[in-house]
């Protein structure tokens, strides 16, 4: 059974599960219980006649739902981490490999997904030509939880057809447009569950049935096509919505020509940053745009080595964030400020030198740097942004970090300008502050659990309601919190915390 179908799987007594399938369509449904009739659904024929397709593919035990319907669990926002979510449920709770019920608890899970976009991508500003992953292919939805779930990018490999021509580029490192690919098509085995262009507004407490107690969650969220509200009721809300433009303040003024990296792929000149963004950017320009001048400014004194070694690459290692989570607040400073070279303000060493390739192949025809149509600025802070002209060019005040002779500042303009600059992880303050009431935490600060449940009043709130933060712990879970490495094992960890052992 292609895990395209939705899979409501339901205990009967003590018999077997009684698996109802019904296709995206709604052309067919079909129900296998014992004693029952099959009927006979082409589509599903054709599915299992795909080249390389395994009719006992795994169901995702993914209920629909209705707006108004009581939810099990919503998970706010449907990019990696959500998804990762729902391939985890899809394997701890779905069909097995032989097509056989699942764990020992087989349940009907009612779950639904909010996502702001109209559909599903990754840094889709960021799908540059040759652009690479940075992580090992491994560290895919579900490999390091799960080797055998259909979610695998092997398994994805395979079922598009490219698994040989794959293996013979000796890579585990993918392009980052394959690995989007790969995501997507994860994400649609699970388009009825998900509702896109939702932008969620507010999480709040409600008495839903005692009285007493806040035993619910009220998910209020906004249609960003018609401006339509919803309001949506669940006992457990994650909230997975990734980072957002982490702009200077010197740039908050909203200016087309002053685009982020997650905007890219449009005319530039001039790319702000230090990190793999910048670099990324700053070389795609040679490509995309042999005429144009370019510059790249950073504070920095050069561009960075990432720190990729087996030993440091361990601080991504699933089992590396117990031993964080546990250290004291002094020692995850520490182990922050020490293994930041393995994600900030670094760049991967093919690249770098690739970068310096070009910087030496105009320096053969053009010993003067202040002359070269491609330049690097180190050693600069930007602390002026304004207009000039009557064609709106931007001009940069940049100061000189490394200037002795008294002469630091410096304007230059450009057509438009590039901040990679990073993102912000914070978006959960805003959309839980109506749930302060029931926080546990005095300050006012939301503190996430080892299972990255947020601390909530048991006073004041049931037992069997939470809410979950994924994606912005890195204070309390460590540098990998934010990446792909662990999604994984996060994904089963968290789904294992709402509904395993029973609970729920």
Not at 279 to 291: G, I, K
Not at 422 to 430: L, P, S
Request: proline share 4%; net charge negative.
């Amino acid at each position: 059974m292609a895990p395209g179908l939705i899979s409501e799987q339901i205990r009967i007594d003590n018999s077997a599960p009684m698996f109802l399938y019904e296709s995206r369509d709604s052309e067919m449904v079909q129900t296998n219980s014992a004693g029952g009739d099959e009927v006979h659904n082409p589509s599903l024929e054709r599915s299992s006649q795909k080249p390389g397709h395994q009719a006992n593919a795994l169901t995702p035990p993914l209920s629909p739902t209705e707006r108004n319907e009581m939810n099990d669990l919503v998970c706010i926002g449907f990019g990696p981490a959500g998804l990762g979510i729902a391939v985890a449920l899809n394997d701890m709770y779905g069909s097995d490999t032989t097509g056989n019920a699942g764990s020992e608890t087989t349940i009907r899970q009612r779950v639904r997904f909010l996502e702001k976009q109209s559909n599903f991508s990754w840094h889709p500003g960021m799908l540059l030509p040759g652009a690479k992953m940075q992580i090992s292919f491994i560290k895919d939805l579900a490999t390091l939880r799960d080797p055998r779930s259909y979610f695998t990018f092997l398994n994805y490999l395979k079922e598009e057809q490219r698994l040989v021509q794959f293996t013979n580029l000796s890579t585990f490192l993918p392009s980052r447009l394959e690995f989007e690919r790969y995501m997507r098509w994860a994400a649609n085995h699970f388009e009825s569950s998900v509702d896109y262009s939702e932008e969620v507004t507010s999480v709040r407490p409600i008495r839903y049935v005692t009285g007493q107690k806040y035993d619910r969650l009220e998910i209020e969220s906004r249609n960003c096509r018609t401006g339509h509200t919803s309001k949506r009721i669940s006992k457990n809300v994650v909230i997975a919505v990734g980072g957002y433009q982490s702009r200077p303040a010197i740039f908050q003024k909203h200016n087309h020509r002053i685009l982020h990296t997650s905007e890219y792929l449009t005319k530039i000149v001039a790319v702000v940053g230090s990190g793999q963004s910048a670099a990324e950017v700053f070389n795609d320009l040679h490509t995309r745009y042999p005429n144009a001048s370019t510059r790249l400014i950073m504070r920095d004194t050069a561009l960075r080595p990432s720190d990729d070694s087996p030993f440091v690459n361990e601080v991504f290692d699933p089992s590396a964030v117990d031993t964080f989570y546990h250290a004291d607040r002094h020692q995850r400073d520490e182990a922050i400020k020490k293994n930041r070279a393995t994600n900030y303000s670094v760049v991967r060493l093919p690249l770098l030198e690739h970068i310096y390739e070009s910087m030496y192949t105009q320096s053969i025809e053009e010993p003067d740097r202040s002359k070269w149509q491609h330049q690097i600025l180190p050693s600069r802070d930007v602390v002026g942004v304004s207009e000039e002209g009557a064609d709106q060019k931007i001009s940069l005040a940049l100061r000189r970090l490394d200037s002795g002779d008294g002469k630091n500042e410096e304007n230059a303009s450009f057509d438009a300008v590039i901040l990679a600059t990073g993102y912000k992880r914070d978006q959960h303050i805003a959309m839980l502050e109506a749930c302060q009431e029931i926080n546990s935490s005095k300050d006012g600060s939301w503190t996430p659990n080892r299972d990255y449940s947020l601390g909530l009043d048991r006073s004041m709130v049931e037992a069997d309601v939470g809410i979950w933060l994924q994606g912005a712990n890195e204070s309390s879970h460590g540098l990998a919190d934010s990446l792909l490495s662990i999604i994984a094992t996060r994904s089963g960890e968290l789904v294992q915390s709402i509904f395993g052992n029973g609970k729920r």
